[in-house]
């Protein structure tokens, strides 16, 4: 069973960039997939992120491209966001899933989420 | 990249059939049949329902049906009970490798 646990500050002071990890177990990032964050601000919708392949191939909401870096760590079996320039419009409980994305779409397994608030 | 149009709520009683539509433009939802819908309940992440438009995952009641026409998806629940009450958001790849969702429904069961 594929589990995603993700992992990060809590707490980000505006201007500042939050890293955020997520840890795969039950599968081994290396064998393939794609793997995605999706956030959502309090009380509000879905908004996809990112995704990025094992190989390290990253793909970016275009709305937020030049401040998101999605990277993968095949050897801790983790993926991990950075999201720079923060502010109050990023507060969200963020999630990580894998993202099955070969001649298809759909996320079919989801971490808990974390919740990240931006304040001074 | 705009989000898909969802209605804000939608409920219905016990036992009946309800609809979901999710609306989007022909650079996503109407040119490619990979629109994927998923239910999420309070405090809870969200979980695939469906999937390329109308295909369960395994473990999915098939009381949940998807289907598409033009620009437009809908997800339809027969059958209505207390536990479907929740919310619900599509989500459709939308070309150049990217992914939107809709602002997502909620479900009242009456």
């Known amino acids: 069973q594929v589990q995603l646990q993700e992992s990060g500050p809590g707490l980000v002071k505006p201007s500042e960039t939050v890293s955020l990890t997520c840890a795969v177990s039950g599968y081994s990032i290396s064998s393939g997939y794609h793997w995605g964050w999706i956030r959502q601000p309090p009380g509000k919708g879905l908004e996809w992120i990112g995704s990025?392949?094992?190989?390290?191939?990253?793909y970016h909401n275009p709305s937020l491209k030049n401040r998101v870096t999605i990277s993968v760590d095949t050897s801790k079996n983790q993926f991990s966001l950075k999201l720079s320039s923060v502010s109050a419009a990023d507060t969200a409980v963020y999630y990580c899933?894998?993202?099955?994305?070969?001649?298809?779409?759909?996320?079919?397994?989801w971490g808990q989420g974390t919740l990240v608030t931006v304040s001074s | 990249q705009s989000a898909l149009t969802q209605p804000a709520s939608v409920s219905g009683s016990p036992g009946q059939s309800i609809t979901i539509s999710c609306t989007g433009t022909s650079s996503d939802v109407g040119s490619y049949n990979l629109v994927s819908w998923y239910q999420q309940h309070p405090g809870k992440a969200p979980k695939l329902m469906i999937y390329e438009v109308s295909k369960r995952p395994s473990g999915v009641s098939n009381q949940f049906s998807g289907s598409k026409s033009g620009n437009t998806a809908s997800l339809t629940i027969s059958g209505l009970q207390a536990e479907d009450e929740a919310d619900y958001y599509c989500c459709s790849y939308a070309g150049s490798s990217t992914v939107v969702f809709g602002g997502g429904t909620k479900l009242t069961v009456l």
């Open positions: 899933a894998r993202d099955q994305r070969y001649d298809t779409e759909y996320f079919d397994y």
């Open positions: 990025v392949f094992h190989s390290g191939t990253t």
